[in-house]
């Protein structure tokens, strides 16, 4: 298996601008993270699904972020309109849910930078 | 709620010395546990996980012990190498909920 993948690995945008970050899980997973990390505040969960439900968003910053998962293989983070502010590492990550002793497995993130 | 607490870093040692990174949780119930490791421009990945008290998780040199007791999962190395310079998370997951991480420790070594 190739792993999570996300892309763009790097994104640079301008403020104000919608940015679309994605995720496809490892096949067989059926539950997803969106984690966001910087400098100042480590990493934060943001959502997470189980069977393409999102279970818990308490985490999303604001109304600018949505996310979702339209099927078992994808999944995507949208931040409209961006802010400088949001700049980070957004990492993805996939695991079986519903065990315990499951670890979860992180893509290599998307970098994003807001100008 | 669940909660995990590290030893803050950034911690800075020289080859071959010992490691220790203390990591603390508070949970409800009996979680597992897991030491996650991010090396430079990288996702975090697994190092080693326990998942009942007294387990003892290993890998590459790396070990933790589940101490229910204390409410603790360390993670130490006899004898550190430059390549295992990098940012080390504890994480505790308890039933079917998300995993929750501590702050991470960075952790460099020099030669």
């Known amino acids: 298996d190739a792993g999570v993948i996300q892309s763009p690995r790097h994104e640079v945008t301008e403020m104000g601008q919608e940015v679309t970050l994605r995720c496809k899980p490892i096949s067989g997973h059926n539950s997803l993270f969106w984690y966001r990390q910087t400098m100042m505040r480590g990493l934060e969960l943001l959502i997470y699904?189980?069977?393409?439900?999102?279970?818990?968003d308490s985490g999303m910053p604001e109304d600018r972020f949505s996310a979702k998962m339209p099927n078992a293989s994808f999944s995507t983070l949208k931040i409209q309109p961006s802010e400088p502010r949001d700049s980070a590492v957004y990492f993805c990550a996939s695991s079986l849910g519903g065990q315990m002793n499951t670890e979860a497995f992180f893509g290599q993130g998307t970098r994003l930078t807001v100008v | 709620g669940d909660s995990v607490t590290q030893m803050e870093g950034p911690v800075t040692l020289s080859e071959e010395a010992f490691l220790t990174i203390n990591c603390t949780y508070t949970?409800?119930?009996?979680?597992?546990l897991f030491w996650y490791v991010q090396y430079p421009g990288e996702g975090l990945q697994l190092l080693l996980k326990a998942t009942k008290a007294d387990d003892k998780g290993s890998n590459k040199g790396f070990e933790a012990t589940y101490r229910k007791e204390t409410t603790s999962f360390h993670l130490e190395k006899g004898s550190v190498q430059v390549s295992d310079s990098a940012v080390y998370f504890c994480?505790?997951?308890?039933?079917?909920?998300?995993?929750?991480f501590g702050q991470g420790t960075r952790l460099t070594i020099n030669p």
């Open positions: 994480a505790l997951k308890e039933g079917a909920q998300k995993l929750v």
């Open positions: 699904f189980n069977n393409n439900v999102p279970i818990d």
């Open positions: 949970a409800t119930g009996y979680p597992s």
